[in-house]
Nanobody, 122 residues
Framework: QVRLVESGGGLVQVGDSLRLSCAAS????????MGWFRQAPGKEREFVSA???????FYSDLVKGRFTISRDNAENTVYLQMNMLKPEDTAIYYC????????????????WGQGTQVTVSS
């Protein structure tokens, strides 16, 4: 059973940075693509970023140039470095393990963490 645990969220000011971590256990982490999604109140869950086994990366246009995804296979951990944060980045951020298909669709991920809250105050 794959288990994903996110950490690193918090309350920050506009323009600040945060680094989210997602620790994975119970599965072949190094062979799986991993993704980050977020969900704001009253909105649907949306794709943020993904990284595959060869470390190719994918980003939403909303975060491209500000966020960086990376992974440490020795530590079974994926990271999301978030810079130049904006109020519209406020959401619960979820880490997920990819199953098959497009990296951009939440439907194609089969394991999810519990989420970590990111709040950007203006």
């Amino acid at each position: 059973q794959v288990r994903l645990v996110e950490s690193g969220g918090g309350l920050v000011q506009v323009g600040d940075s945060l680094r989210l971590s997602c620790a994975a256990s119970g599965g072949p982490f190094s062979r799986n693509a991993m993704g980050w999604f977020r969900q704001a109140p009253g909105k649907e869950r949306e794709f943020v970023s993904a990284i595959n086994w060869s470390r190719s990366t994918f980003y939403s246009d909303l975060v491209k140039g500000r966020f960086t995804i990376s992974r440490d296979n020795a530590e079974n951990t994926v990271y999301l470095q978030m810079n130049m944060l904006k109020p519209e980045d406020t959401a619960i951020y979820y880490c997920a393990s990819h199953n098959s298909g497009s990296y951009y669709r939440a439907f194609n991920y089969n394991y999810w963490g519990q989420g970590t809250q990111v709040t950007v105050s203006s």
